[in-house]
């Protein structure tokens, strides 16, 4: 049985995962997130509110389900507390349906200060990290000196703390970086305290006990395709495998056991942070569909940089996830254009291509468009197929004939409620 399936973003991030995780969590049993950390913000919106989380599954607001952070993941715990306080607050009881991985990785407040230190030296070459300490935690990860969630009942913790520590001030002294707050530090071990009243468990042996008695599990994916450490546009990308195989290491569960892949991507594209972006709109349209879509970090409340669906990229990340359902987020966002240009092709190197170069960021790549004619309806209050004008199935069957995968839900605006099974 193919119990797991899967939902991850099919771009650079951001695509509307946090909302369409909460809309299918009712057909599941658990929701795992299984790589990267709080440099995501899912956001949810129901009720009139809107959550953000960072840490946390996306189906924390469902009753009867349990939500587990996986071992992929890396944990602030700073940050998870403060995220499940404010839930907490909201009458939610956190502590009976999250669940910990004791193989996840703990960020410490020097692995931020040193995520800061290696941006600040690489100067107008930096990644635009969101500077929550994961690249240096990852490193600590896969350097083999990582402190992990289950080693903090360990009588040992403080040493090992301090081992780690120690280096990461040596290192700090390697970049000229001063900013050493011991008073975070204080607060990080208050935060270890909170984290040791959650339940911590292997989460390997959990979930395959779990699949064992037929639980369904959907692995919920953070950041997107193109920012994979192994596929992405390197070096501009996160340090986790973000894509489909990354929820098998990220989880301990075996590649046989995945199901649906469900890959999600908005209408056009967003970018945060450096790095190559072909169809990238630098003009006021661009800057029309940022305010139109908000399109702020969720995280760090950064601009995102806007562009045109690009297709070679889509078709990339489609091969390298499985996915064999499509997710498409925000077309409300474009209901104003008169037309919509959806890349086909780039030129590139005197040729014209279908896919994606190695090295994106040092090549002079020139996206090919072709042109649509745009819906101009408001579209947020339709709920059903039928309801959407022509031009919005037009543009839905035209990517669908181009990536050779159906659409099977569409999104027309940020609440829960405002979604279309097609
Ligand atoms: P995630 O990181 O993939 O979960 O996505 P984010 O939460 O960072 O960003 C998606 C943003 O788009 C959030 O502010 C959502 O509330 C919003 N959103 C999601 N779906 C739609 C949609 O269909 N239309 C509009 N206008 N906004 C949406
Ligand atoms: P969600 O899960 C969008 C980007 C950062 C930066 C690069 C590396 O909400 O989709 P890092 O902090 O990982 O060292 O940053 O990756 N980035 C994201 N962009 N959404 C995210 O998460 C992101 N997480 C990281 O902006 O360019
Ligand atoms: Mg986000």
Redesign the pocket.
């Known amino acids: 049985m193919q119990n797991v399936d899967v939902l991850l ?1 099919l771009q ?4 509307g ?1 946090g909302k369409l995780v909460d809309i299918l969590s009712p057909r599941y049993d658990i929701i795992a997130r299984f790589q ?1 950390g709080p ?4 956001t949810l919106m129901f009720n009139n509110k809107k959550y953000v989380l960072h840490t946390i599954p996306s189906g924390i607001f469902r009753e009867e389900i349990i939500n587990l952070i996986g071992n992929g993941v890396v944990i602030d715990p700073i940050v998870l507390m403060k995220e499940i306080k404010n839930i907490e607050a909201e009458g939610i009881e956190v502590k009976k349906r999250l669940l910990i991985s004791k193989r996840s990785h703990l960020i410490l407040p020097s692995h931020r200060w040193l ?1 800061a230190a290696s941006e600040a030296m690489k100067g107008k070459d930096k ?6 300490g ?2 240096p935690a990852y490193m600590d990860k896969t350097g083999r000196n990582g402190l992990r969630v289950g080693d903090i009942d360990q009588t040992n913790f403080k040493d090992k703390f301090e081992q780690l520590y120690q280096k990461h001030l040596q290192l700090l002294k390697f970049y000229n970086w001063n900013e050493i707050n011991e008073d975070q530090i204080k607060e990080w071990f208050e935060s270890i305290e909170f984290l040791k009243q959650m339940q911590i468990i292997d989460g390997e042996h959990y979930l395959n006990e779990a699949l064992s008695k037929g639980k369904k599990i959907l692995a919920e ?4 395709t193109l ?1 994979d450490i192994d596929f992405g546009t390197y070096p ?4 986790s495998n973000t894509i489909t195989a990354g929820a098998c290491t990220g989880l301990g569960i075996a590649p046989t056991k995945i199901g649906n892949v469900f890959g999600i991507f908005k209408a056009y594209c967003t ?5 190559p972006f072909p169809t990238e709109l630098k003009d006021d349209l661009g800057e029309l569909i940022r305010q139109k879509g908000k399109e702020f ?4 409340g ?1 601009p995102r940089r806007v562009g045109w669906l690009d297709l070679p990229a889509l078709k990339y990340a489609i091969q390298l996830d499985g996915s064999n359902e499509l997710i498409m987020m925000k077309a409300d966002v474009l209901s104003d254009l008169d037309t919509i240009k959806v890349c086909t092709h780039y030129h590139f190197n005197n040729q014209v291509i279908d896919y994606l170069p190695y090295d994106l960021s040092n090549e002079d790549i020139i996206p090919i468009y072709q042109e649509l004619k745009g819906w101009k309806k408001d579209i947020t209050h339709c709920r059903l197929k039928s309801e959407l004008p022509a031009e919005l199935l037009r543009y839905i069957e035209f990517i669908e004939e181009n990536t050779g995968v159906k659409i099977s839900y569409l999104s027309v605006g940020p609440d829960r409620d405002q979604i279309i099974k097609l």
């Open positions: 973003g650079w991030g951001d695509e995962k990267g440099n995501a913000g899912h995520d990644i635009g990290s969101t500077l929550k994961i690249g994916g953070a950041q997107g920012l501009f990308v996160t340090s970018r945060v942070g450096s790095g970090g969720s995280t760090t950064r």
